[in-house]
């Protein structure tokens, strides 16, 4: 039965080629569509790797099979489990010297980029028709994150150089403005 499903359901790096296409068509940017190859391409290398054994004590993805799979392949575990590497996985740096040093794990923002990725993408296959339904079933929440604001040494030494008249007024408003509220600078573009 497996083998019949693989033959009528194309494989997954066809279909996220094929949406690709989709979106280049749709006229999405050029870093849109970097993001989207970025995402969806590491996706499909870690999916192409069968789910590791049914055992509970070991979440992880084992590498079984290196080729690309079938689009039946893809289950609501294989996602979850997927989005669970995800948040778990290390980024590392390549210092200049040549060593590799394991700097923080990806950050809930980077996660929830890869889920919306992945959920425009299994939109889509329900769209085209490809899939009967969607293999998303957790809803990620959008993290959290407050504005950094400057510190406070930072705003009096702004402040200071600022300058007289109409426009050393109007930078201090700005300064102030941008300080007291956390707007980033192209919020307030216009105003300046």
């Not at 084992?62 to 893809?74: K, Q």
């Not at 590799?100 to 809930?108: H, T």
């Not at 957790?138 to 400057?150: A, D, E, G, I, Y």
């Not at 150089?161 to 300064?175: C, E, K, N, Q, Y």
Request: contains cysteine.
């Amino acid at each position: 039965m497996q083998k019949a499903d693989a033959i009528l359901k194309p494989d997954l790096v066809s279909v996220i080629d094929n949406f690709l296409l989709s979106r280049r068509v749709a006229n999405c940017t050029r870093k849109t569509m970097i993001v989207y190859e970025t995402n969806l391409r590491r996706f499909a290398r870690l999916v192409g790797f069968a789910v590791g054994d049914r055992d509970r004590n070991d979440m992880s993805m084992r590498i079984v099979e290196p080729a690309s799979p079938p689009i039946t392949r893809l289950t609501p575990e294989v996602v979850e489990r997927y989005l669970d590497l995800l948040r778990r996985q290390e980024r590392s740096v390549l210092l200049p010297d040549g060593e590799e040093r394991v700097e923080r794990r990806l950050s809930a923002s980077t996660v929830h980029q890869a889920y919306r990725y992945i959920k425009t993408l299994c939109r889509w296959m329900v769209d085209t028709e490809l899939l009967d339904k969607s293999p998303l079933r957790v809803k990620l929440r959008p993290p959290q994150t407050l504005p950094r604001t400057p510190d406070d040494e930072i705003v009096d030494r702004l402040l200071k150089h600022a300058g007289d008249g109409f426009f050393g007024t109007r930078l201090r408003v700005l300064i102030t403005l941008y300080s007291d509220t956390g707007l980033r600078l192209t919020d307030y573009c216009g105003c300046a």
